[in-house]
C-alpha cells in the first residue's frame, strides 16, 4: 500500500513533522480573568467612624467636656456658692494630601488590543485606592486605643483607649502570634481569657454593652477550634457559635464583625513599623511586637451611634475616577483619587488585643 502524502498545511513551513500548528487559529477570552482578591471592607460598614463632610473648610474641629467630680457634701445655707472646677477640650480632624491610583495605557497598545483594559485599570484603581483608606482607618484606630488618659485644670477628660496584651516571646509578628495562641486547646483558653479581660476594661470605662464589636486576625478562628474550657461552642450556654461552619457570632459580650489577615499578607491588619509617609507621619507608627507596644491581634470598638465613633474621617472629595487621552502624547490616563482627612477622635472607644515581644 501506498503512503499517503500528509501535507502539514498549519505549520509554519508545510513540511514539518513535529506537530508544529502555527497557522492554527487561537481563540482569545474577550475579558480578563482574575484570582481572588482584597477588598475594602471599612470605607463603607464603617462601625467605628465619624464620617462628614468637609468641602470648603481646612479642618473639623469638636470638643470634648471632662468628668465634673467636685460636690458640695455639706452645704449650710448662707455659704456662698463660687463654682467648682470644670474643663473642656478640643480635637480636630485636618484635611491629608490627595490619594490617587493612576495608569497609563498607550493609543497603540488600545487600538491593537481585542480586549478593552483601561476599565480593569479603572476597577483596579478604585480597589486600591479603597484599601489604602481602610487601612488608614484601621491605622488610627489603633493610635486612638494606644492614646493615654488626658486632664484638664485637674479633671479627667477621658481615660484613653483599653488595652490587653499577651507575650510571644518574639519581635516577629508570625513567630510571636503562635506563641501567645498555639493553634490547641492552650491558645483558645488564651484567647478567650483575654478577650474576656478586654470585656472587663470595657465594663470598667462604662461602655455600652449593646454595641462592643471586634475585628480578629484570621489566624485566631483556627485557634478557637480547639476550645475545651471557654464554653464558645456549648449549646446549653446559648453560645451563637458554630464549630462546623466555623462561624462565630459572640465571644465575652463581643459581636465579632469581621475575620481580617495582615498587611504583610495582603491583608487590613497592621503588622509592620510603617515608615513610609514623608507628609501625614501621624501615619507613621510601629504596628511589630515589642516591650511597649505589640502587634494588634484584635481591634475593638463601641457602635452605638455617631458619638461613639473612634475615628474621624473628612471628606473633602470622594472617590472620583477619571479616565483622559492626552493629544499630545496620544496616551489614556485612568485615575482613581480622593481628599480626605482622616485621624483619631474619640480614644475612649477604641481598644486593642496587642501580643508584644515580652
Not at 488595652?163 to 501567645?180: C, L, P
Not at 510601629?286 to 505589640?294: L, Y
Request: charged share 20%; glycine share 8%.
Amino acid at each position: 500500500m501506498a503512503t499517503p502524502n500528509v501535507v502539514p498545511f498549519l505549520s509554519s513551513t508545510g513540511t514539518s513533522t513535529t506537530g508544529d500548528l502555527t497557522l492554527a487559529r487561537t481563540i482569545y477570552a474577550n475579558d480578563f480573568w482574575e484570582a481572588f482578591r482584597k477588598r475594602a471592607k471599612f470605607l463603607d460598614m464603617m462601625p467605628f467612624v465619624d464620617k462628614r463632610s468637609m468641602m470648603g473648610s481646612k479642618q473639623f474641629q469638636y470638643y470634648m467636656f471632662g468628668e465634673t467630680t467636685d460636690v458640695e457634701k455639706e452645704y449650710v445655707d448662707g455659704d456662698e456658692l463660687t463654682g467648682t472646677d470644670y474643663a473642656v477640650d478640643t480635637g480636630t480632624v485636618n484635611v491629608d494630601d490627595q490619594i490617587v491610583a493612576h495608569k497609563v495605557v498607550g493609543l497603540k497598545d488600545s487600538v491593537v488590543s481585542h480586549v478593552g483594559v483601561i476599565p480593569y485599570l479603572a476597577r483596579e484603581n478604585a480597589r486600591v485606592v479603597a484599601l489604602e483608606i481602610d487601612r488608614r482607618l484601621l491605622n488610627q484606630h489603633v493610635a486612638a486605643a494606644r492614646t493615654g488618659a488626658l486632664t484638664k485644670n485637674g479633671q479627667t477628660i477621658h481615660n484613653g483607649g483599653i488595652r490587653a496584651y499577651r507575650s510571644g516571646g518574639s519581635t516577629t509578628v508570625g513567630t510571636a502570634v503562635t506563641a501567645a495562641y498555639p493553634a490547641s486547646a492552650t491558645g483558645a483558653a488564651n484567647l478567650i481569657e483575654d478577650l474576656n479581660e478586654m470585656a472587663y476594661n470595657a465594663d470598667v470605662e462604662y461602655w455600652p454593652e449593646e454595641g462592643r464589636g471586634m475585628i480578629l486576625d484570621a489566624y485566631l478562628r483556627r485557634v478557637l477550634q480547639f476550645d475545651t474550657t471557654g464554653k464558645v461552642h456549648t449549646v446549653e450556654y446559648k453560645a451563637p457559635n458554630d464549630v462546623t461552619s466555623r462561624k462565630y457570632t459572640e465571644i465575652a459580650g463581643w459581636r465579632l464583625n469581621f475575620w481580617d489577615t495582615r498587611v504583610s499578607q495582603g491583608g487590613l491588619l497592621p503588622d509592620t513599623n510603617v515608615t513610609t509617609y514623608a507628609r501625614s507621619t501621624k501615619f507613621n507608627i510601629d504596628f511589630t511586637p515589642g516591650a511597649t507596644n505589640g502587634y494588634p491581634i484584635g481591634l475593638f470598638y463601641c457602635s452605638t451611634g455617631e458619638d461613639t465613633a473612634s475615628v474621624g474621617l473628612g471628606t473633602w472629595l470622594g472617590m472620583t475616577d477619571n479616565i483622559d487621552f492626552n493629544n499630545r502624547n496620544h496616551t489614556t490616563l485612568a485615575q482613581t483619587y480622593c481628599l480626605l482627612g482622616i485621624e483619631k477622635m474619640r480614644p475612649w472607644c477604641a481598644g486593642t488585643l496587642e501580643v508584644r515581644s515580652a
